[in-house]
């Protein structure tokens, strides 16, 4: 079996870091809104973040398809304040809890911590056990993806701003690109 030469270990390694980050970004949104989330997505810097972590899968991954979305919302901020924006994300986020608290928060942060020892396996040129973290991660998002999808499907039908329904859309993207299933498809027009 032929083994990776050292630039193919360290793009494979900057790709399960980028995943990671990726990961991140969702954990913080599934999180719930803050002031800081309401600001990034005012201002466009969610967008730069969301292409950041996406620019791996190439220009057609369901992220980066998210952007026309993402720029009418900067666009649309500027009907209304920060404070008002927030608490639209707030009431959206509190239909869709029913008092769950708010979900995958630590799931996704962990699916990030995964894809870092991943990218250290990668570094390391331990490859057999860099496939079997990525095969392993897999596996789980596969076993736990349905309640996130239904997350995501509860937002995007009982959202009742613009922001809740363009982050729905970038988190069953996010999971479109993780999973290999086309969540994004999943969603109620």
């Not at 990961?23 to 989330?37: I, K, Y």
């Not at 991954?61 to 979305?69: F, G, K, S, Y």
């Not at 869709?96 to 020892?117: K, N």
Request: charged share 30%; with cysteine.
């Amino acid at each position: 079996m032929l083994e990776p030469d050292d630039p193919t270990l360290q793009q494979m390694a900057l790709v399960a870091e980028t995943r990671a980050r990726a990961w991140r970004l969702m954990a913080r949104v599934v999180e719930g809104p803050t002031s800081d989330l309401v600001a990034r997505l005012r201002d466009g810097r969610f967008i730069d973040e969301v292409r950041e972590v996406s620019r791996w899968a190439g220009e057609d991954n369901p992220l980066a398809m998210q952007e026309p979305a993402m720029r009418t919302l900067v666009d649309r901020s500027r009907h209304s304040t920060p404070g008002e924006d927030l608490a639209a994300l707030e009431a959206d986020w509190g239909r869709v809890l029913d008092g769950d608290g708010h979900p995958f928060g630590q799931q996704f942060a962990d699916f990030a911590a995964r894809c870092e020892q991943e990218a250290a396996a990668w570094r390391d040129g331990d490859h057999e056990r860099a496939k079997e973290l990525r095969m392993g991660q897999y596996t789980q998002l596969r076993d736990t993806i349905e309640p996130m999808i239904d997350w995501c499907v509860r937002l995007k039908r009982t959202s009742r701003r613009y922001a809740g329904w363009v982050l729905a859309r970038v988190v069953a993207a996010h999971l479109s690109v993780e999973s290999g299933r086309d969540v994004v498809a999943l969603l109620p027009a």
